[in-house]
């Protein structure tokens, strides 16, 4: 297992920047892909955001591509999301996982955070 502990949400308005951040501890040796995902009120929870553990490598939905940024604190072991140009639609639970290998199920999850964007 890879414990997971989100922190860093909260209430802003829109326009404002967020960061949230992950810590990860236990086996993170095993960890192939750091993930953001958010849920939102009503629907479905939905991908934000990926980063691979050793390359670095990063995906984001569109709908927030040019907004958000995922990083990776290799020393801390620490996943980060940096939230700018924040929209009322950005309001959600965010979650942040890790997956073992490429193309496998996220399995590890913590507890999540809440964002809320005010217009």
């Known amino acids: 297992q890879v414990p997971l502990v989100e922190s860093g949400g909260g209430l802003v308005q829109a326009g404002d920047s967020l960061r949230l951040s992950c810590a990860a501890s236990?086996?993170?040796?095993?960890?192939?892909?750091m993930g953001w995902f958010r849920q939102a009120p009503g629907k479905e929870r939905e991908f934000v955001a990926e980063i691979g553990w050793n390359d670095y490598s990063s995906s984001y939905a569109d709908s927030v591509k040019g907004r958000f940024t995922i990083s990776r604190d290799g020393a801390k072991n620490t996943v980060y999301l940096q939230m700018n140009s924040l929209k009322p639609e950005d309001t959600a639970v965010y979650y942040c996982?890790?997956?073992?290998?490429?193309?496998?199920?996220?399995?590890?999850w913590g507890q999540g955070t809440q964002v809320t964007v005010s217009s």
């Open positions: 236990g086996r993170t040796f095993s960890v192939y892909t």
């Open positions: 996982a890790a997956r073992r290998t490429r193309f496998g199920r996220y399995v590890d």
